[in-house]
């Protein structure tokens, strides 16, 4: 096990990475995105099942490291509350996904925009929030 917790976060599998960041961005209060030169975000289509979805990361951190070696794209910050007012509606809307805390090898863990709101939601309500 590495000390490095960038590196301990990416060799968990799906559901840790979704615990952990669902934990990271209640403390936070913030998602991050890729976005490219033209401020446009970073979207995947899934080549096994076609599922079109947003990538989003607990920090700029994990999404640096992501786009490693992509060029063009740097981490965004989106608060919360832009988030559930804005992205969320926005997202569903135009069909996407939204592809949580991608990265190392793992699964990833995917799921529709006012799931991943009803999640973050509760955890802000939750104890210590």
Known sequence: MSDNPLTQALNMDGEERYDYFLDAVGEEREIWILVNAD???????SEE????????WPSAEFATEY??????????AISLPDFFRKWVPGLTRDGLEI???PGGQGELWI???????GDLQEVLAGPGF
């Not at 786009?67 to 965004?76: I, Q, V, Y």
């Not at 799921?111 to 709101?117: G, I, N, Q, S």
């Open 67 to 76: 786009a490693k070696g992509a060029g063009d794209l740097s981490p965004k």
């Open 39 to 45: 401020n446009h975000f970073l979207k995947i289509v």
């Open 49 to 56: 099942d076609g599922v079109a979805y947003l990538p989003v």
């Open 99 to 101: 592809g949580v805390f």
């Open 111 to 117: 799921t529709a925009p006012e799931e991943l709101k």
